[in-house]
């Protein structure tokens, strides 16, 4: 009631109306006596962000309620990159570099605040890594070698024309696994971004200068442009 206290004879029909357009709401229910005013209902929300759920009495108006703020991670463990930067540096902002690493689990040491704030879900299983950089092209430069990539992830870029990885033409720019040690287990997915300046040349070292692979790959909408290999071939993959 208007007080708080529990309408234990209330017998209307509640609707129920949400700010997410794709949650699944719980049917108009008509509340019995053997209710004595308490229901319990269940609601599942699709959409990423901060909702709202209201259920309201489809006849009097007045009788309403909202629970407002709820907030709804995504069901990928996502990381969220928003450094053009490459470093693990402690700071406000998640480089790709740090998010590898803590996909993989060689980050060695806590997250900052700044940090963890773009991480959303619990880590562990299929987790993903997107970016939310300015607008317009943007450009990773490969600073502290390849990034490795040793526990399955999908990293979703902007697009090709959006997001290019530069390996300075100082070593290879992404290596998916261990080398010379093949794990069909290990399943990572790249796409929407660009692949260049990848360098793989010297002895014992000469093939896939974009990207080296001992996993299960899968690249979707993937550009490699202007890496190189040595004699074993391979200047993209």
Same mark, same amino acid.
């Given at each position: 009631d208007a007080f708080g206290n529990i309408a234990t004879g209330y017998l209307g029909t509640v609707h129920f109306t949400s700010s997410d357009a794709q949650a699944v709401l719980p049917a108009d229910?008509?509340?019995? &006596?053997?209710?004595?005013?308490? !229901?319990? =209902?269940?609601?599942? =929300?699709?959409?990423?962000?901060?909702?709202?759920l209201t259920a309201a009495d489809k006849t009097t108006v007045s009788i309403t309620g909202t !629970? &407002?703020? $709820?907030?709804?991670?995504?069901?990928?463990?996502?990381?969220?990159?928003?450094?053009?930067?490459?470093?693990?540096?402690?700071? %406000?902002?998640?480089?790709l570099r740090v998010a590898i690493a803590v996909v993989d689990g060689t980050l060695g040491r806590a997250l900052t &605040?700044?940090?963890?704030a773009q991480i959303s879900g619990t880590l562990g299983a299929n987790d993903a890594i997107q970016? %939310?950089?300015p607008a317009g092209p943007?450009? $990773?430069?490969?600073?502290?070698g390849a990034l490795d990539i040793t526990q399955s992830v999908a $990293?979703? #870029?902007?697009?090709? &024309?959006?997001l290019t990885i530069n390996g300075n033409n100082a070593d290879r720019v992404f290596i998916v696994g261990y080398d010379y040690s093949q794990n069909l287990s290990l399943n990572v997915a790249i796409g929407g971004l660009t692949v260049t300046g990848g360098s793989a040349v010297v002895s014992g070292k000469n093939y896939?200068? #974009?990207?080296?692979? =001992?996993?299960?790959?899968a690249l979707n909408n993937v550009a490699f442009t202007g890496n190189t290999a040595g004699s074993s071939g391979g200047g993209a993959i």
């Open positions: 229910y008509t509340y019995v &006596a053997g209710d004595n005013g308490v !229901h319990t =209902f269940s609601a599942t =929300f699709q959409t990423v962000g901060t909702q709202t !629970h &407002a703020a $709820i907030t709804v991670n995504s069901a990928v463990p996502t990381l969220t990159v928003n450094s053009t930067a490459d470093n693990t540096t402690a700071d %406000n902002y998640l480089t &605040a700044g940090e963890q970016f %939310n950089l943007q450009t $990773i430069t490969l600073t502290g $990293i979703n #870029g902007p697009g090709t &024309a959006n896939g200068g #974009g990207l080296l692979n =001992f996993g299960t790959l």
